[in-house]
């Protein structure tokens, strides 16, 4: 290109120069006036010529200046692109990375390479500033890593660095040579490790610093660019977000997984599946227990129903359709042949999808009770009696003629006290309103005259508790039998569990907004207290010392000024309020809907003018007193008890806060109350031991006089039991069996209640004998398999007959080892196994009784000894028992001069290990007891 106009130059300068030299030879052939004209001619275009190629120069050269600025502009564009685009790719790792760390890594070298850097890293700074490490690093080909040098620094020894970072913003480096005398030890650290020139910035979260960030050349010095610093600055912002994202997510997973462990307490079924592709996601234990092999992962309907394509009953399409309402209906488990109260209902899993949560409680006694009222009458005294659940008969009258002991245990009332259906009525719903409604669904049930029909209530108990119960009414012939399932645990675990998740979130946020100002925390507690109830309107005041309204703060913020008041005009409005008094003196949450007209009337003038019909008032309490209140109005619905919980949890979450500010005045105050509470725990330690001789009198004397009626009851049931008294059908002979099992264990229970008191007051021998534990083993493991023919357990008794004599009571040793055997029958589930084995050791003769139940916890095996100790009150429900066997068994092992140890893991087994001393072991027990025979609980 560049020849050819090169060419074209050269032709049209020749073309030219022939032009000029005809035009010379024709001038010179001219004479006279001519001959002056023509060379005038000629002088003028030359002067043309010369000016053109001029002009034509001076238009090149800006050309080619123009060409290099749009040049120079492209280029500045595409470093801008690139730093852009890099920043972008960065942000977009660090927003959605499943391993931060290694993204970060990754950005690193991005931003090393991006901005011509030897070494890019993160310092994080931990324990309060106290300590900074290096905790990612990069670096470019060729420069070594620094990393694990660079560990746990200790922030006293870097103070210029630290301080320079918070009050400047960065440390730009050119040169280390030329740091200043007071960063000695930073130009040590920075010199070992060949830096030339660093910049460095901080990041920062909640206010606080929390690392930084930089870029280091090892090679040569340089000057880092106001485009470096730029890259930087946005960068630290970036890593920032990721790392208190990352910490937001494990906290929100920490809360997740607690919530899970609820349902692992629950011992009802409880699981949780994709209502779109039915795969189970979670079991909680109990339903564990239940399955044999591992659900997770597979069709609900293959492994709770046992089918090939989903249940006909499912009720996916219903909770799907009502999101936010739980779903109740009954089921009959054909595989387990039991019935349940089913609870579903939608609720967001760890990943953000919606799952089906399904929480089955057992009412298959109510419904085989139900059926064995129906099928036989004259039966049907007998097996209310002996019902796990409350049940109460009215005759035609409204008369009630019987209650079990259930029911007056629930309740605390007896038949006496609600002889009739009226006085139930006052008794179990003082609230007339409540009441009212209750007699009315009553009215309506009693005119269907139809069984099977079933009622929510809550009742009021004698105690003053209230109880969530169901009660299903039946009848037969002229009566009316009531039979009452408490749902009251059941309730307050779907109350948990059915809290809004933006509430939870709101209280999160709350909960970290230490770091604001107090007027942020107000505005965004009224702010989300509006957002959560659905109201237009709200408004947050608090109370100065003299127990007054000082200061009120709206949203909308505008509002007064739109309907022309101002805020003392609100104070005095709420002040005046007719329910105000109410709200200060109950401290509870109070709510208006639909007011009527005497309520509309009585409402302050400002209420009316500004159109308030509904409202929701909540106080603000500390220390058990009302320092504020927060208040929302105008919701298109009624308010409801959960908009009052949800304000609530905003104002307790702004008084702790609030406590927080006081904690100071609190440490001043509490040692002066040290000194109080000293003397007054001396003296309730005088009166516990008053109250502990008390207990022992008492359990002595109740377990003499309940021992006394007990012996008929049992005389008389073995009696029925063995049809003494006439045949008995299938279902009687089961139920005597229970009536007769479970006499036997409360005997037993008296009876070790008796020797405890005995053991207190020391009134007890021992008759020693010598003894072949291997009988005494044999014995008792004969003794309970006999009581647990039921359970398919794999028994191996490998205790060898060759082992030593013992000194010791047969009475007492057989009563130990029955309790220990039946405590592993009792714990092991069917198809689990029990080994006993013993060998002759120097300490003396080894029993080791091993099985494969539920286990104990580690930090309570040391409990498990404890007198009335059970691991929690369901094993007591599931198991029986009192929980203090094990204690009276190491008592009696003790004082043979033996020992008594436990070891065991949840969910694996147990193991218990008894040592005795042999006869040649000269061991001679000091301790004896008397005339008590002792049966294990």
Known sequence: ????????????????????????????????????????????????????????????????????????????LMVKYKIESTLSKISSMLSFADNLDEKIEESLGMLGELCNADRSYVFRVVDDEDTVSNTHEWCAKGVKPQKEMLQNLSGSDYQWWLKKL???????????????????????????????????????????????????????????????????????????????????????????????SIFDIIDEPVYVSDPYTYEILYVNRFLKQIIVENPIGKKCYQVLQGLNETCDFCTNSIILKNRNQAHKWEYHNPIAERDYLVLDRILKWTDGRDVRLEMAHDITEIKQAERTIKENQDNFTKIIDSSPLPIAIMNSLGEFEYANHKFTEMIGYTIDD?????????????????????????????????????????????????????????????????????????KKTEKALMVDESCLETLHELSHMNGFSIDNIRNFALVEGIKLTGSEVGVLGFFDETKNLSSVITQPGNILKMHG???????????????????????????????????????????????IMSYLAAPIIYENKVVGLLAVANKKDDYTKNDARQISLITQMMGDMILLKHSEDELKNYNRKLETINDELRKANDELHSLDEMKSNFLATMSHELKTPLISIMGFGE?????????????????????????????????????????QARNYEYEYLELRLPQIIDKALSVISMENTDKQLTVENAIPDSLPFVSGDSNYLSEVFIHLIDNAFKFTPSGGRIIITGKNEE???????????????????????????????????????????????????????????????????????????????????????????????
């Open 1 to 76: 290109m560049k020849n050819r106009a090169r060419n074209k130059l050269v032709l049209m300068i020749l073309s030219f120069l022939v032009l000029l030299a005809t035009a010379l030879f024709h001038v010179y052939t001219l004479e006279g006036e001519q001959k002056l004209i023509w060379m005038i001619f000629l002088a003028i275009l030359i002067c043309f010529v010369i000016a053109h190629n001029l002009k034509v120069t001076t238009l090149k050269k800006d050309l080619e200046s123009e060409v290099q600025k749009n040049k120079d502009a492209h280029d500045r």
């Open 166 to 260: 918070t009050e400047e913003g960065n440390i730009h480096i050119k040169d280390i040579e030329k740091l200043p005398p007071e960063a000695k030890a930073e130009k040590e650290l920075l010199t070992g490790q060949d830096i030339k020139s660093l910049i460095a910035l901080p990041f920062f979260i909640e206010n606080e610093i929390a690392g930084f960030i930089g870029f280091d050349n090892v090679r040569e010095t340089n000057e880092w660019t106001k485009q470096d610093i730029e890259v930087l600055t946005t960068y630290s912002n970036l890593l920032a977000m990721a790392f208190r994202k990352n910490s937001i997510a494990e906290e929100l997973n920490l809360e997740r997984r607690q919530l899970l």
């Open 418 to 490: 609600i002889p009739t259906i009226s006085k139930w009525w006052e008794t179990l719903y003082p609230d007339p309103e409540y009441r009212k409604k209750v007699q009315e669904n009553w009215n309506e049930i009693s005119k269907r005259n139809d069984n099977g029909a079933s009622a929510e209530r809550v009742l009021k108990c004698l105690d003053g508790s209230e109880r969530e119960v169901v009660i299903y009414f039946a009848r037969t012939n002229n009566n009316t039998v009531f039979i009452i399932n408490d749902l009251t645990e059941l």
């Open 565 to 611: 008041f101002a805020e003392n005009d609100l104070i005095s409005g709420l002040e005046s309020c007719h329910r105000w008094a109410e709200l200060l003196e109950s401290k509870k949450p109070l709510i208006m809907n639909e007011p009527t007209e005497i309520e509309r009337a009585r409402c302050p003038e400002i209420f009316k003018n500004m159109n």
């Open 719 to 759: 009696l029925v039991g063995d049809e003494t008294l006439g045949p008995l059908n299938k279902e009687q002979k089961r139920a005597m069996k229970v009536m007769n099992s479970n006499s036997g264990q409360l005997k037993r229970l008296i009876e070790s209640l008796l020797f405890m008191s005995s053991l």
């Open 843 to 937: 300490t003396g003769i080894h029993i080791i009784i091993e099985d494969t139940g539920i286990g104990i916890p580690e930090t309570k095996i040391m409990k498990t000894f404890d007198s009335f100790y059970q691991l929690d009150g369901s094993l007591t429900r599931r198991y029986g028992g009192a929980g203090i066997g094990l204690n009276i068994c190491k008592r009696i092992t003790e004082d043979h001069g033996g020992k008594l140890w436990l070891e065991s893991a949840e969910g694996i087994g147990t193991k218990v290990h008894v040592i005795l001393p042999a006869m040649n072991n000269d061991v001679n027990p000091s301790i004896s007891s008397s005339d008590f025979q002792f049966l294990q609980q």
